[in-house]
């Protein structure tokens, strides 16, 4: 059973990849159950030119959805300068529908792209989300150091940002919030194992705390192991509100309320699946 939110009460799920196949059959039905349910924000994610391109489009068709543009560091071995002007210019042209650029990153789990190229990609972006004035999304797998190292060296971050399924302990949270950023907690956060999340999601100040489903991935309990959809977030906020010891309805207003203030997309009022 999925826990009802009060009337009036919404989540946004910060981070999903609403373009990938896993929804390609039903993507209507999984926005319907979401909004039905109070999810009335969905922030999907672009990780090459092609997913942004689509991320844009589901933007434009659903007043629900805003999108992020950018490389993820996967593909950090295909990316020349050329690339990242076009995506700039793509932005540029889509104002009303890009809200944050991402995501962007270092992953040394998968090492799909070299450490070289994946740095400076990284240090690229960063540059490029700083004169779009846009928040950054980042992706940080097993990299910590060299993340927070690379977000330093490129200078303040005016805009913000938020580090997308958070994975740190509280230290490394406290000198993210340092650098302007906000931490987004994922399903995984209602695992009975993930006691360093369990310790972050409680101690964590609520004005920087953003929840995500990271959808399709990352499902949380009771449907671990199964696809991940925007409606499942309102486990996760359940979790977080436990660790908390807060109500669900607090959560809920106040992570809607820093998506609205660090994307500038009020999603509270977008709860209707057309444009
Ligand atoms: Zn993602």
Known sequence: MTPVLPAGIHLVDSHCHLDMGEYAADLSAVLERALAHGVTGIITIGIDRDS????????RSHRC??????VHPHHADQVGPRDLEDLAALIEGHRDLVVGFG??????AKRYASIANQHA????????????????IIHDRDAHEECL?????????????????????????RRAIDLNLHLSLPGIVTFKNAVNLHDVAARLPLDRLLLETDGPFLAPVPFRGKRNEPLYLIHTAQAVARLRDQDLE???????????QLFGYDFSRAGTPSP
């Open 52 to 59: 942004s391109l689509a991320a844009l489009e589901l933007a």
């Open 65 to 70: 959805i805003r999108a992020c543009v950018g």
């Open 103 to 108: 995501e962007i990153g270092l992953d040394f």
């Open 121 to 136: 990609l990284f240090a690229r972006q960063i540059q490029v989300a700083k004169e779009l004035a846009l928040p950054v």
């Open 149 to 173: 190292q690379i977000l330093q060296d490129q200078g303040p971050l005016d805009h913000g940002g938020v580090m997308h399924c958070f994975s740190g302990d509280m230290e490394l949270a």
């Open 250 to 260: 607090e959560i809920a207003r106040q992570t809607t309320d820093n998506c609205r």
